[in-house]
């Protein structure tokens, strides 16, 4: 089993320029939950849910694999970081109220994952895997970011962002699936903000690599007649796809 390590050389930038969840995210997975004692978040990158989860929830476990990730996650009392895989977690059995996947689980051996966390969660315990896939400005702005995603690094996306794009549809989950609620989060950014954004993409980062050029300045030149005054922050959207299931009790 290896661990695919698209995010750890820019672990910086991914916790400056990746969007926050909901709280109607949060509040729902905790209501979901049979007690509020452990969470486990697995795979926490920078923290992008963390301290939310950790709003809900006594104890707090996250694991993320990358020790650069781990270092720009902010701090809380109630969060134990722990520097593992997801598939292979030192918690114990039946311990778990809630297992919360952020943008993440297209990375994970899922066998392997599905059998780790039907061995912590405890009965009537609750996995739950969410994603998001391009965001939404307005048409001329969209449809410049969907030439730059398709076209112009479209062949560098790892295999795996197939499933983003399903929005996690055709995973077998584990356990009996819950219907969770529609989601989108919303952020109002600047012209760098979102342009910052892209760079956290790991088909960027691939692109850079095999091509020894960065595509990001002739974006923002590109985006920038769409966008109007780069200063000027404008509401972007990501509808969020949630994949959750109950272990019985």
């Known amino acids: 089993m290896s661990f695919q390590d698209h995010f750890s050389a820019h672990a910086g930038e991914y916790a400056r320029y990746r969007p926050d969840y909901p709280p109607a995210l949060f509040d729902w997975l905790a209501a979901q939950a049979p007690s509020r004692q452990l969470a486990w978040e697995c795979a926490c990158g920078s923290g992008q849910a963390t301290l939310a989860l950790a709003q809900h929830f006594e104890h707090l476990i996250a694991t993320e694999p990358s020790a650069e990730q781990l270092a720009a996650a902010p701090r809380h009392p109630r969060i134990d970081y722990r520097c593992e895989p997801a598939e292979r977690s030192s918690l114990a059995d039946a ?25 912590v969660l405890r009965p009537g315990g609750v996995l739950a895997a969410w994603c998001y896939e391009t965001c939404q400005v307005a048409p001329a702005v969209d449809a410049v970011v969907a030439h730059f995603y398709d076209d112009t690094i479209g062949p560098y996306w790892p295999p795996e962002r197939r499933w983003i794009e399903q929005g996690y549809a055709g995973i077998d989950l584990p356990f009996p699936e819950l219907i969770a609620p529609a989601f989108a989060m919303t952020q109002h950014w600047t012209l760098a903000e979102l342009v910052g954004y892209f760079g956290t993409w790991s088909a960027t980062r691939r692109y850079r690599e095999a091509r020894q050029h960065d595509p990001l300045p002739e974006l923002w030149d590109q985006l920038e007649p769409a966008w109007g005054d780069p200063t000027h922050a404008r509401p972007v959207s990501w509808p969020l796809r949630m994949r959750a299931c109950r272990k019985p009790a």
Do not use: C, G, N, Y
Request: glycine fraction near 0%; hydrophobic fraction near 65%; charged fraction near 15%.
């Open 95 to 119: 311990s778990v109220d809630l297992i919360a996947v952020a943008q993440a689980l297209h990375w994970f051996d899922m066998p392997a994952f599905f059998a780790e966390a039907s061995r």
